[in-house]
């Protein structure tokens, strides 16, 4: 399988800052990225797909990066709502089967927090 | 709008096993495949199968391979997952997405969850 790497695990930032996170695939995924939110107690929101464009309804501070290896999702500008934790997944793969490619795989979350 | 309704929270026994399920409504049911994903107290989110409902083509996360089993009705725009032989690691929020595959693949709408505790 494709492993996602997410650095850092846990990050402090006041509002207002600019935050950026980063996510390693263990092999090349080209622009198949994709950036989730997540809040306790709430389902995971879809904020970036295909590395960099910005899904609709999702505020425009947020934005990706990358292609192949390395991927960023910068924050400008952060607001009170922005505080959560951050996932990435690897979407390189062939539906329906994922037939010579591997499912769908998640990086371990960053939580970003008030500092 | 566009929504997927989950069944309620479940508590189970080891060794049991739990049926979830994820209504859809406000778009064509069949045109999108839907996921299954959880997380665990304190963990990340895993990926655990899908099903195009269409076909029903199934496929599953090789650590679930032989524990659940994804089914769509198309009557009903439901899809539900089993997961049976329950184990007190399966205590989790389980929830389901509809994923967007044209060009790219994304999870772009998702149920609110559905809590499953396994408890003696």
């Known amino acids: 399988d494709i492993q996602m790497t997410q650095s850092p695990s846990s990050l402090s930032a006041s509002i207002g800052d600019r935050v950026t996170i980063t996510c390693r695939a263990s092999q090349s995924i080209r622009n198949y990225l994709n950036w989730y939110q997540k809040k306790p107690g709430k389902a995971p929101n879809l904020l970036i797909y295909a590395a960099s464009n910005l899904q609709s309804g999702v505020p425009s501070r947020f934005s990706g990066s990358g292609s192949g290896t390395d991927f960023t999702l910068t924050i400008s500008g952060l607001q009170p709502e922005d505080f959560a934790t951050y996932y990435c997944q690897q979407s390189y793969y062939r539906l329906p089967t994922f037939a010579r490619s591997t499912p769908p795989t998640f990086g371990q979350g960053t939580k970003l927090e008030i500092k | ?120």
């Open chain 2, 1 to 120: 709008q566009v929504q997927l309704v989950q069944s309620g929270a479940e508590v189970k026994k080891p060794g049991a096993s739990v049926k979830v399920s994820c209504k859809a409504s406000g778009y064509t049911f069949t045109s999108y495949y839907v996921h299954w994903v959880r997380q665990a107290p304190g963990q990340g989110l895993e990926w655990m199968g899908m099903i195009h409902p269409k076909g029903g083509i199934t496929t599953y996360a090789q650590k679930f391979q032989g524990r659940i089993t994804v089914t769509s009705d198309t009557s009903t725009s439901t899809v539900d997952m089993e997961v049976s032989s329950l184990t007190f690691e399966d205590t989790a929020i389980y929830y389901c997405a509809r994923e967007t595959a044209i060009v790219y693949h994304y999870m772009d709408v998702w149920g609110k969850g559905t809590t499953v505790t396994v408890s003696s």
